[in-house]
Nanobody
Framework: VQLVESGGGLVQAGGSLRLSCAAS????????MGWYRQAPGKQRELVAGITRISGRTNYADSVKGRFTISRDNAENAIYLQMNSLKPEDTAVYYC?????????WGQGTVVTVSS
């Protein structure tokens, strides 16, 4: 199983980016997928998650109203639309996928927001 993120980059504060995560080598559908991020010197934290069956989403308080997670169940893919970006959103963003007790991670994509 491989998760590949894309869409990171450098953007000015107030700008937008869209992250994508696609899975390969998978013969099943993940129960839940999400985005985490890790800023320098900080612990990895949940940004947003979405379940496969109900499509229920959850967000970190710091991104509510600015970020939107979406999914493509057929492709085992998720997206993160990030608007009104702030310098404190600067981090490595990781795709996460869960299938029952198994957890998978992507290699991360860097998002840098300049002030």
């Amino acid at each position: 199983v491989q998760l590949v993120e894309s869409g990171g980059g450098l953007v000015q504060a107030g700008g937008s980016l869209r992250l994508s995560c696609a899975a390969s080598g998978v013969t099943f559908r993940f129960n839940r997928m999400g985005w985490y991020r890790q800023a320098p010197g900080k612990q990895r934290e949940l940004v947003a998650g979405i379940t496969r069956i109900s499509g229920r989403t959850n967000y970190a308080d710091s991104v509510k109203g600015r970020f939107t997670i979406s999914r493509d169940n057929a492709e085992n893919a998720i997206y993160l639309q990030m608007n009104s970006l702030k310098p404190e959103d600067t981090a490595v963003y990781y795709c996460n996928a869960q299938y029952y007790s198994d957890t998978y991670w992507g290699q991360g994509t860097v998002v840098t927001v300049s002030s």
